[in-house]
């Protein structure tokens, strides 16, 4: 349907997000409101993104101060946005090794724990389910797939996008592997005292400095390396490059960095509390 919309030749690949196909769709109303609704979702996990770096920063570099690593974290994002997409996907290999990293990190700093949480055995039903709790619980979880708005531009900056659907089944099926595996490792691990960053539990473990300084810049790598694709995907929202125009006027560069100084206050603004952004 979008490839054959006369609005296609206009919208340059980097510009075909969600709010290009609800245009061609729904017209200009679809456009402005999916528009907004995605902007406003990534927008809201670029935050939480933001916020766990300075977390993970600052346990490595505690001189450095959260709201200092928030703002490194965040210029750097801005400048990686114009990286070609090509090129970033081969740093996107990087991205996937740190998530190794992390995972191998936090079962490693588990090991070197006497005993275990263990919750079913201390609380019990509880453990399992707690309804009060799900209003919450799926605002975080539809947070994990919170890049999904990205999807049409990795789509159409693909070298072979024949090869879309198996990408889409495989990255889905290791989110789900690390999602759901460390997920409950966490909470079998250290209960009810599980903090919104596990890298915070690690902090307060015994003899663990290693695994704990692995596991923060493994993940602070994966952020960053994330972040950037996030940032351009709510700039594309609501200002995407023009047909046949340079990609990066000055107008849009000052766009840039107005959205990357937005996204810096509002995470050091919330900087103490990781999940009331995630969840929201």
């Given at each position: 349907l979008a490839e054959k919309s006369s609005v296609t030749a206009s919208v340059p690949r980097r510009a075909r997000d969600f709010a290009f196909l609800a245009h061609v769709a729904f017209g200009s109303w679809g456009r402005i409101v999916i528009g907004a609704v995605t902007s406003l979702e990534i927008w809201f996990a670029l935050v939480t993104f933001m916020v766990m770096n300075g977390v993970n920063?600052?346990?490595?570099w505690p001189t450095l101060g959260n709201a200092h690593a928030i703002i490194i974290s965040c210029a750097l994002s801005a400048v990686n946005v114009f990286v070609p997409m090509r090129i970033y996907s081969y740093l996107?290999?990087?991205?996937?090794?740190?998530?190794?990293?992390?995972?191998?990190?936090?079962?490693?700093?588990?090991?070197?724990?006497?005993?275990?949480?263990?919750?079913?055995?201390?609380?019990?039903?509880?453990?399992?389910?707690?309804?009060?709790?799900?209003?919450?619980?799926?605002g975080i979880i539809v947070f994990c797939f919170a890049g999904h708005p990205c999807f049409p531009i990795v789509h159409e900056c693909m070298r072979d996008r024949r090869q879309w659907r198996s990408s889409v089944a495989l990255t889905?099926?290791?989110?789900?592997?690390?999602?759901?595996?460390?997920?409950?490792?966490?909470?079998?691990?250290f209960g009810t005292y599980l903090e919104a960053s596990v890298t915070q539990n690690l902090a307060k473990l015994q003899g663990a400095l290693l695994?704990?300084?692995?596991?923060?810049?493994?993940?602070?790598?994966?952020?960053?390396?994330?972040?950037?694709?996030?940032?351009?995907?709510?700039?594309?929202?609501?200002?995407?490059?023009?047909?046949?125009?340079?990609?990066?006027?000055?107008?849009?560069?000052?766009?840039?960095?107005?959205?990357?100084?937005?996204?810096?206050?509002?995470?050091?603004?919330?900087?103490?509390?990781?999940?009331a952004v995630a969840s929201l």
């Open positions: 920063a600052t346990l490595v996107s290999l990087i991205s996937s090794l740190a998530l190794l990293v992390a995972a191998v990190a936090m079962i490693g700093a588990a090991l070197t724990m006497i005993d275990w949480a263990n919750p079913y055995n201390h609380i019990g039903q509880p453990a399992l389910l707690r309804v009060e709790n799900i209003p919450r619980s799926v889905f099926f290791l989110a789900f592997l690390y999602y759901g595996g460390l997920g409950v490792f966490g909470f079998l691990v695994w704990r300084n692995a596991s923060a810049i493994a993940f602070l790598v994966k952020i960053q390396l994330t972040a950037p694709l996030l940032l351009n995907a709510i700039l594309v929202s609501f200002w995407a490059p023009e047909a046949g125009a340079p990609e990066w006027p000055p107008s849009r560069i000052l766009g840039l960095f107005g959205l990357t100084a937005l996204t810096a206050l509002t995470a050091v603004a919330f900087a103490d509390d990781v999940a």
